[in-house]
């Protein structure tokens, strides 16, 4: 990876990581709310996932901030991988059910996230009109991958990342950790 990523700071990976998982976050919301692709159980629990690795992020980069240390930055490096691994699982199991190679949990058969159907739906659930999301049928698709796929692909590869710096220590670019935070 140091090859693909050469002097990749600590810093520099939790701000790309948070940011990563953000940009995920925010394009799951303009599926749902602009385009209208309703989420299933499995989408939140993604979701989910994204919010875990930026809030471990921001709170590494706000430990690094204040203390003025580095002293635990294999730790945060590997927070943050786990995260992302745990992203990435759950992304590859749901795609899996939408691809059909094995079943998905039972609970994914409604939506019961508050904006999974508007009111008009109920009514049409209960005169057997409405179709709600299920986990294993994707709405979308880019070049035969679905978002869950995407989502499984951009994860698997953050988690390396942010796995392999762990594993390597820190990377940072100067010496004193005051003058990271200064530019």
Not at 8 to 37: N, P
Not at 49 to 62: D, E, F, Q, R, S
Not at 175 to 182: G, L, N
Request: hydrophobic share 50%.
């Amino acid at each position: 990876m140091s090859k693909i990523l050469p002097g990749l700071s600590t810093t520099a990976w939790l701000v790309l990581a948070f940011v990563l998982s953000g940009a995920l976050l925010a394009g799951a919301l303009f599926f749902e709310h602009v385009l209208g692709y309703h989420p299933c159980q499995m989408c939140y629990w993604q979701r989910d996932a994204h919010k875990a690795v930026m809030i471990v992020t921001a709170l590494g980069l706000a430990y690094r901030y204040f203390t003025k240390t580095d002293k635990y930055d294999r730790v945060l490096l590997l927070f943050a991988g786990v995260a992302f691994a745990v992203s990435f699982a759950i992304a590859f199991w749901h795609m899996g059910v939408e691809y059909k190679w094995w079943d998905g949990p039972k609970s994914c058969s409604a939506p019961t996230g508050p904006s999974a159907i508007n009111p008009n739906d109920i009514f049409d659930a209960l005169n057997g009109k409405a179709k709600l999301p299920q986990c294993n049928e994707a709405p979308w698709h880019l070049l035969g991958i679905s978002m869950a796929g995407y989502n499984a692909l951009i994860s698997g590869i953050a988690a390396l990342i942010g796995l392999r710096l762990a594993a390597k220590g820190t990377v940072d670019e100067q010496p004193s950790a005051q003058s990271r935070w200064s530019a």
